[in-house]
């Protein structure tokens, strides 16, 4: 038996890595243990559990399993499940993995036999799935973030691997394991195995011949892939091109994957930059395209190419601050109704083309959330406002 299988957890007490979760006094252990599950989606990256859970929570609960796919998961099926219960006393569970992918149709034909709790329903996902579901499924669904499996989890739960099949490995060899896994037990293990068969003791040489890079968010370097991206990330928000070109190598060194490192990048380009040089968001979205494309080593190009690019950029938070600032007016509970006269086709709104290009017009918000930092091309965006506003101010 391949040991993803012997090792995988069939209880939640042997469940690595959650207890926000499924700890003693966590909602989620509390909501099992007195069979009064909503219907729930997980999301968390590869090899955390998402699916042992469903599976654990199944056989906890003593319901029928069956579980699908989104990308091949078929309506009929489900149709098929739910008549064949439809008498029955005990409900089954459904689980749906990369749930996000489910189409608005799909959804639709899922949402009565949730109101009617014909089934439980468990999803699971890579990425958050809350924005793809529709507000009807969110309403009637909770969602719970699951992590990756900490350093120190993963040390423990290799050393009883390695007492229980008595295989003998180098210290860096295990430290290689832990730090490529990048938080997966599922990766960890099958590394673990296929060494094993290739060498006695395992070796870091023949390991990294098997994975020469980390996988997804790691790092085979001493620090951990946060704070080498932490640090990128920082020296870039401080305009320091050398410092970002040494902790973007840092990276790339330790096997992190291009898309990862763009993705952050993109992040900061709008967080950190904005609309000081607007087309540093372009360029970060044109990097993350392309090293999709093309891997390493020529990733690297672009990539660095990028960094010096935001690291050389004038900085501003303000859309940033902006945005957060007004969710939080909303989550207070500030909702102001939206003015009539700018509604759907209401006779009263006043249609600025026809005004000159401006008009002034209440559309029901008094408060301020844009504050301009007056950086870069942000300067010149006011000087447009102001002369479309037709306010006296020099024109730049």
């Given amino acids: 038996m391949l040991f993803a299988q012997k090792y995988r957890p069939t209880t939640l007490d042997t469940i690595l890595g959650q207890e926000h979760l499924l700890g003693a006094d966590a909602p989620l252990r509390k909501l099992i243990d007195a069979d009064a599950l909503p219907h729930i989606f997980f999301y968390g990256p590869p090899g955390c559990g998402k699916t042992t859970l469903a599976r654990v929570i199944a056989s906890t609960l003593d319901r029928p399993f069956y579980e699908f796919n989104a990308t091949s998961l078929k309506i009929e099926d489900l149709r098929k499940i739910f008549r064949e219960y439809a008498h029955a006393l005990q409900k089954p569970l459904i689980f749906i993995d990369e749930v996000h992918r489910l189409s608005k149709n799909q959804q639709e034909v899922l949402l009565p036999f949730m109101e009617q709790g014909a089934a439980l329903l468990i999803g699971a996902s890579t990425e958050n799935p809350y924005y793809a579901m529709t507000a009807a499924i969110r309403s009637r669904s909770h969602l719970f973030k699951l992590h990756a499996i900490d350093k120190e989890v993963m040390a423990a739960f290799l050393e009883s691997v390695l007492e229980k099949e008595s295989i003998g490995i180098e210290d860096e060899a295990k430290r290689y394991v832990i730090d490529s896994s990048g938080g ?10 296929s060494g ?22 790691g790092s085979s370097e001493s620090d ?3 704070d080498l991206t932490s640090a ?13 070109i040494y902790y973007l190598a840092r990276l790339i060194a330790g096997g992190e994957p291009p898309e990862f490192i763009a993705r952050r990048l993109s992040i900061l380009a709008s967080e950190d930059i904005g609309n000081a040089n607007p087309n540093a968001l372009n360029l970060a979205a044109s990097t993350l395209t392309i090293v999709k494309q093309i891997g390493y080593p020529e990733a690297r190009i672009p990539l660095a190419q990028l960094v010096v ?13 902006a945005i957060n600032d007004a969710l939080k007016a909303i989550e207070s509970g500030h909702i102001t109704l939206v003015p009539s006269h700018i509604k759907t086709r209401h006779p009263d709104y006043r249609y ?24 870069g091309f942000e300067i010149k965006l006011d000087a447009w406002l102001s002369k479309i506003k037709g306010e ?4 730049i």
């Fill in 184 to 193: 997966d037990l599922r990766a960890l293990l099958n590394l673990l195995e």
């Fill in 196 to 217: 094993a068969h290739a060498a006695s003791p395992v070796t870091l040489e023949t390991l990294r011949a098997i994975r020469p890079h980390a996988l997804q968010a």
């Fill in 224 to 226: 951990s892939h946060y």
């Fill in 232 to 244: 990128m990330i920082k020296s870039i928000r401080g305009s320091d091109v050398d410092a970002g």
């Fill in 309 to 321: 690019y935001l690291a050389s950029s004038p900085k501003s938070n303000s859309s940033y601050l």
């Fill in 352 to 375: 600025p083309h026809d005004h000159g290009g401006w008009v002034e017009q209440d559309y029901g918000v008094s408060d301020t959330y844009y504050h301009s930092k007056k950086s």
């Fill in 392 to 395: 006296n101010l020099p024109e």
